[in-house]
């Protein structure tokens, strides 16, 4: 009787070459892998700070994020009081447009911050901000496309504190 241990072992070892995927991430920031068993978040792209505390605006350009359904949304501090919610008296406003290079508008996310979704984490004492109805903040990533991503600070809002991040977070299995 044969064991069934070697090709079994060789279907994992084919599964996990095939599931491997090179990645060519270039632009700002990093590209963080937490790994294919991550329920959430597969891939985390941190572009850069953002100073919502004055008017301004920045753009971003990046190619070959990971084939993967993302989100795009601002990673806030926030005192660990306030639950990672906004309270009434956030007055900052803000315009994200995501292009794709050559082909035109993906997304566009425009609104006072307070009325987006607030998604604490208390690991890391912030929350993630983004638009949810209608999946409004979401696209799906294509390697070989180039992205432009406009971040406009309308209305600033001296009461947030430094160390904003604007995020691209893959959504995970869960």
Not at 41 to 56: R, S
Not at 68 to 88: E, F, N, T, W
Not at 122 to 130: H, I, L, T
Request: net charge neutral; aromatic share 10%.
């Amino acid at each position: 009787m044969k064991s069934p241990a070697l090709p079994l072992l060789l279907a994992t070892i084919a599964l996990l070459i095939g599931c491997s995927q090179d990645i060519v991430y270039k632009g700002p920031g990093r590209l963080i892998n937490n790994g294919w068993w991550d329920p959430h978040f597969h891939y985390v792209v941190e572009l850069g700070t953002l100073d919502l505390t004055k008017q301004n605006s920045t753009t971003y350009r990046f190619t070959g994020l990971p084939q993967g359904h993302y989100v795009i949304g601002l990673q806030i501090p926030y005192p660990a009081d306030k639950g990672g919610a906004p309270d009434s008296t956030l007055v900052a406003d803000v315009a994200m447009q995501l292009m794709r290079v050559g082909q035109g508008q993906v997304l566009i996310i425009t609104g006072p911050l307070r009325s987006l979704n607030w998604s604490a984490d208390p690991k890391s004492a912030s929350a993630f901000v983004f638009r949810h109805d209608l999946y409004e903040s979401y696209f799906d990533a294509n390697p070989g496309e180039t992205y432009e991503l406009r971040v406009d600070i309308n209305t600033p809002d001296a009461s947030i504190p430094p160390g904003t991040k604007m995020v691209l977070k893959s959504v995970g299995w869960k």
